[in-house]
Every structure is written in C-alpha cells, then in structure tokens.
C-alpha cells in the first residue's frame, strides 16, 4: 500500500455532528436504547481500515455515556486486519458488560466483517453483506492509477499446485520451473502467515464473544465461508444475513419497513454520501466528528 495515493494522517475533529445526522442519532439511540457511533471508510477512495482509526473511535467513545453499551454502525470495504482487532478490543472495553451490537447498514467487508465477529450480536438488512476475511494483496498501478487486489488464498494455492505438479511430473520440468520462478518462497511464507492471522482474529472474537459456547476447533468449522474463497468463489461476494445466521452467528434480520431499519438506512444514505464527496473516512456520535480529507490530486 505504500505506493498508493493515500488521505492524510491526520483526522480533524469536525466538533458537532451535522444536525441532520444528529437527529437521527437521538432518535435511533431511544429505539435501540443504548449509544450510537458511526464508522464509515469510503468506497469512493482509495481508503481501508488502518491502526489510527482505532485511536478516533477511542477520542469519541471516552466523551460518551457507555453505561448501557453501544451500538456501532460500520460501512467499510475492509483494511488491516490487526486494526479490526484492536477496534474490537476497544467496543468491548468501553461498553463493558453491557457488551457492542455491530449495525450493517449496507457492506461491512473483510476487516470490516471482522470487527463485526467481535460484537454480541450483528444487525442486518435483507440487503446488508459482509464478506470473507481471507487476506488480499493490494497494489496501486502507477500507470492505469488504479488499485489491483490479489486473493492471497488463490496465490499460495496456485504456487502449491505447481510445486506439486514439478514434484510428481516425469520428464521435462522446465515449464514448471519457469513458473515457479516467477514466485518468492519467502513471500509465500509470508502470505501463509497472513492467511493465518486472519483466521486466527475472527475465530478468537467469536470464542470470547458470541459463539463462547464452542471451542476454536468447532467455530473454525462453522465459518469456512468467511475464512477463504473456497465457497464463496471471490473475496467480494456477499455473506447475506441467512448466511451469517446459519454460521451459528447472532443475527438480527430487520424487515424492510421496519422502524429501526428505516432510520438506519436514513443515516447510512446520509454518512455515505459524506465521505463519498467530503470525507474518505467519518467517526461519528450524536456530539462528536472526527473526519479524514479525502486525498488530493497533489497527494
């Protein structure tokens, strides 16, 4: 990622919430009856999940009343993985025994999904998706200035086959060696390790989260669709809510016309188009705003 055009490090604290979104925070905390917080990364930018993140959604949850829990409200494409740990280490030490509700107002993927594995209990849409978590490799193409990702399951995979393939072939193994010679060994240890980490994060949230109940054994089992591509075929493709429930995860399915999803829909239109044109990333409470500029031609 280090290549690639990124937003400044900085957040800004923007001070109130706009009024508009304010009204529907008020409003959706007395339905839900615990506090609100929104975590938007852009789909627009080029913006994923990252370590500092963790640190404005601190700044926001240390000014709030978390004495009847929290709920948080995620719309990401994903990012780093370690980050969604600590993000879920934070919801849970803040809202304490009263424990996080995880809200999916449209794409929690990758990193994103995993932060919602942390919470007790995921709230979905019959339209919200969350994802695989299984690593990718993102590049920036300076040329075409465009991100390429790379499913890392699909390149150790594609690297082990032709290992095999040269190991058991008789005769000539040139064509095999010329394409093994266009991987790293090393680097493939690397994205084992990756692929490791991953896995590791989600099972270890839901062991001491809401699938307790179970060893890590009996929960890696359940959730093969979210830890490689195996079933789902791409990294992109959704995980719907009956999916997810049928993981054994704690879900909560609103229907459409539904109250309480109509005034979360209202506030992801809202936050959505604000960090599609004003922001690459918002953190928001009915009081506080931390929002990161999206990046410029010059950045």
């Not at 780093?80 to 993927?109: F, H, Q």
């Not at 109940?213 to 890696?220: A, R, T």
């Not at 990294?235 to 979360?264: F, N, Q, T």
Request: proline share 5%; charged share 25%; hydrophobic share 35%.
């Amino acid at each position: 990622m280090s290549n690639m055009p990124v937003i400044q490090k900085v957040m800004v604290e923007q001070g109130q919430t706009h009024e508009t979104r304010k009204t529907l925070f008020v409003d959706l905390e007395k339905l839900l009856g615990r506090p609100v917080i929104t975590y938007f990364t852009s789909f627009h930018f080029p913006v994923q999940i990252e370590n500092g993140d963790a640190d404005m959604i601190e700044g926001i949850l240390q000014k709030m009343d978390l004495s009847k829990g929290l709920a948080l409200c995620i719309n990401s494409p994903g990012g780093d993985g370690m980050a969604a740990e600590r993000i879920i280490n934070l919801c849970r030490t803040y809202s304490g025994t009263e424990e996080y509700w995880a809200i999916v107002p449209s794409k929690a993927k990758s990193a994103a999904t995993m932060v919602c594995l942390g919470a007790s209990k995921i709230i979905m849409g019959p339209t919200s998706e969350l994802g695989p978590v299984d690593p990718q490799l993102v590049l920036y193409d300076q040329v075409q200035k465009k991100l390429n990702r790379f499913n890392i399951y699909n390149l150790i995979k594609s690297y082990e086959d032709l290992f095999s393939k040269a190991v058991t072939a008789k005769g000539n193994l040139e064509p095999f060696l010329q394409q093994l010679a266009n991987y790293d060994s090393r680097e493939i240890e690397e994205y084992r390790a990756a692929m490791a980490l991953s896995e590791d994060i989600a099972i270890r949230a839901l062991h001491t989260g809401m699938l307790d109940s179970l060893s890590q054994k009996e929960i890696k089992k359940k959730i093969e669709i979210f830890l490689s591509p195996k079933q789902t075929k791409d990294h992109g493709r959704p995980i719907y809510g009956p999916e997810a429930k049928h993981c054994g995860l704690a879900i909560e399915s609103p229907k459409p016309g539904d109250k309480l999803w109509e005034m979360v829909y209202n506030l992801y239109i809202r936050t959505d188009s604000y960090t599609a044109h004003h922001a690459a990333k918002c953190i928001e409470s009915k009081a506080h705003s931390f929002a990161a500029r999206p990046p410029t031609k010059k950045e």
